[in-house]
Nanobody, 117 residues
Framework: QVQLVESGGGLVQAGGSLRLSCTPSERTFRSYVMGWFRQAPGKERELVAGISSGGITTYADSVKGRFTISKDNAKNTMYLQMNSLKPEDAAVYYC???????????WGQGTQVAVSS
């Protein structure tokens, strides 16, 4: 079974930075759309950032200018660099993959990001 393995979550002070990593267990995901979602308690899961197989990126308005999504095909890893973190960024962050922007069918287990004010 294909897996997405996330790492890099943790506790950081407001204004600080974290980098999340996501490594698929198969290189076939190079042709997929990849994304980072987050879900805070009592809120719906939302797309934070996404990147297509060709490198086209998209961001939620709330993170534009602070977060950067990227991928390293040689390392088969996707990253989410999060800078200037705010308390409202605290959530469980999920890596996801899909064949299109509207069909993320494979999900990681989630990694917790906590931001102290």
């Amino acid at each position: 079974q294909v897996q997405l393995v996330e790492s890099g979550g943790g506790l950081v002070q407001a204004g600080g930075s974290l980098r999340l990593s996501c490594t698929p267990s198969e290189r076939t995901f190079r042709s997929y759309v990849m994304g980072w979602f987050r879900q805070a308690p009592g809120k719906e899961r939302e797309l934070v950032a996404g990147i297509s197989s060709g490198g086209i990126t998209t961001y939620a308005d709330s993170v534009k200018g602070r977060f950067t999504i990227s991928k390293d095909n040689a390392k088969n890893t996707m990253y989410l660099q999060m800078n200037s973190l705010k308390p409202e960024d605290a959530a469980v962050y999920y890596c996801a993959a899909g064949r299109s922007w509207s069909s993320f069918g494979t999900w990681g287990q989630g990694t917790q990001v906590a931001v102290s004010s």
